[in-house]
């Protein structure tokens, strides 16, 4: 079973407004990671987080996460139409395996 | 310019026959992937290699087979034995395996379909 799972799957927001996701996880992470997919294309590295840190910032995005809950959550502010795309998490768990989430699918519309 | 590459983009395949995808890095990075990527749904590691001449299987492997006989180039063959091999897949690549700061670099993918 996948380790990251997000939630929502599928999000539909209009531009100017935030887009909120959220990956849970099972096991003690190292760290946990956030891709995006545009659609046919590969993944992109977006922003990485420690288990010792609470939050982080790049740009419009925003990570947090509580390893207490086993959560870390994604923030787009100001969202655009060129933020459509798949976002994953990933994590890297204690013994160093890599785990990709199911994804959730953000469509930004005009 | 550096990266990493996948040829070709698209592949069609018949029934029972071999295929393998390309997978080159420039980075000069040690460390490389391959996931298989189904419609809606997230990444599974099919194989990995840490170094050169070196690879360990991931969650998927049946059917799948791989070299790794130059730090640049990691190839993966999808085999006859592979039941649905129908999918997408994805290279990556990362500085050092296994490091907590171990981001990785994807290729474009390759979208193979078995006729």
């Known amino acids: 079973s996948q380790q990251g799972e997000e939630d929502p799957q599928a999000l539909s927001i209009q531009e100017g407004e935030n887009a909120t996701m959220n990956c849970s996880y099972k096991?003690?992470?190292?760290?946990l990671q956030w891709y995006r997919q545009n659609s046919g294309r590969g993944l992109v590295h977006l922003i990485l987080?420690?288990?010792?840190?609470r939050e982080k910032h790049s740009g419009r995005l925003r990570v947090t996460l509580d390893t207490s809950k086993k959560s870390s959550s994604l923030l787009i502010t100001a969202s655009r139409a060129a933020d459509t795309a798949s976002y994953f998490c990933a994590i890297t768990d204690s013994w160093g395996k890599f785990q990709f989430g199911a994804g959730t699918q953000v469509v930004v519309t005009p | 310019d550096g990266g990493i590459t996948q040829s070709p983009k698209y592949l069609f395949r018949k029934e029972g026959q071999n295929v393998t995808l390309s997978c080159e890095q420039n980075l000069n990075h040690d460390a490389m992937y391959w996931y298989r990527q189904d419609p809606g749904q997230g990444l599974r590691l099919i194989y990995y290699s840490q170094i050169v001449n070196d690879f360990q299987k991931g969650d998927i492997a049946e059917g799948y087979s791989v070299s790794r006989e130059k730090k640049e180039s990691f190839p993966l063959t999808v085999t006859s034995a592979q039941k649905n091999p129908t999918a997408f897949y994805l290279c990556?690549?990362?500085?050092?395996?296994?490091?907590?700061?171990?981001?990785?670099?994807f290729g474009p993918g390759t979208r193979l379909t078995v006729l």
């Open positions: 096991t003690s992470i190292n760290n």
């Open positions: 987080i420690r288990s010792n840190e």
């Open positions: 990556a690549s990362s500085i050092l395996p296994r490091e907590s700061t171990d981001t990785q670099y």
